[in-house]
């Protein structure tokens, strides 16, 4: 049974927690406690960034989401992946949806990226990356959507995890990195500071995942492209094999074989 505001004031006051100038300031308020989950609202409006999302601050203590029972001016604030929607519309008004791309526009690669990772049934967090990998541009895309010197302006929209995966992904310098990436110890150099890493092994396979996604869907939509760069990208995920999960290598054969 939910409780009801007073009585979840009360047991904050007893853990300790007693509401701070922190939750006025940000507007926060709570519309449902129970033992499995706490909805509380925040007010959009004085809370954002340039996308009119919450600014990274704000999400440090809460994740939102779209909320059909919310207003236009609020979210409701739970503990889960923000939705898809309000991602994909930050992303059109960074300009994403006029730009061109294989296959159309950025905007429609990326969701094209995202819907095939989530066929292959890759992680929440790897769906969200795949959905903004071009966001600070990449190796072989130079454009970019975002500052990565404003890297939390990303942060709030997608999270730390999926966002430390869309900087590995636009940062990776290409040449020097795909030779080594099924190594258990290659370098990776970060093409923004010219760092070289040795990303442990599970990062290594979302990294391998997503860049697989994003190369079939190219392939996919331009034939001259895949028959320019398909024998190499077979070559390149052939070799990666062990890092990419059985849905992603048979994707690889069907498209490229």
């Given amino acids: 049974m939910a409780i009801d505001l007073s009585e979840l004031e009360r ?14 300031r940000l507007g926060i308020t709570y519309v449902e406690a129970t033992a499995e989950r706490v909805v509380a609202r925040m007010p959009v409006d004085g809370n954002t960034q ?6 990274g601050g704000a999400s440090c203590v809460l994740r939102d989401r779209p909320d059909e029972s919310a207003s236009v001016s609020e979210r409701v604030v739970v503990g889960e992946q923000p939705g898809i ?3 994909v519309a930050a992303l059109a008004s960074c300009g994403a949806n006029a730009m061109p791309h294989p296959g159309g526009t950025l905007l429609a690669h990326l969701e094209r990226v995202h819907a095939l990772l989530d066929e292959w049934g890759a992680r929440p967090v790897v769906r969200l990356a795949g959905l903004c990998h071009a966001y600070y541009g990449t190796d072989g895309f ?11 302006e990303l942060v709030a929209i997608i999270g730390e995890e999926a966002e430390r995966l869309v900087y590995l992904y636009a940062g990776c310098d290409r040449g020097f990195s795909y030779p080594h990436v099924a190594e258990p110890d290659g370098p990776f150099k970060d093409r923004f500071s010219g760092t070289v890493l040795f990303p442990p092994l599970p990062l290594r396979r979302d ?3 997503l860049t697989a996604a994003n190369e079939l869907d190219i392939m996919r939509v331009n034939s001259e492209l895949r028959a320019q760069h398909g ?15 059985d849905p992603a290598w048979r994707a690889v054969r069907m498209t490229l074989q």
């Fill in 142 to 152: 130079p454009t970019t959507l975002g500052d990565t010197a404003q890297r939390d």
């Fill in 207 to 209: 990294f391998a995942e």
């Fill in 50 to 55: 340039v996308y009119g999302m919450p600014h």
């Fill in 85 to 87: 929607a309000t991602v």
């Fill in 11 to 24: 047991l904050s006051r007893e853990l300790g927690g007693a509401r701070s100038a922190l939750d006025d």
């Fill in 231 to 245: 024998p190499g990208l077979l070559r390149l995920f052939t070799s990666w094999r062990r890092l990419l999960s």
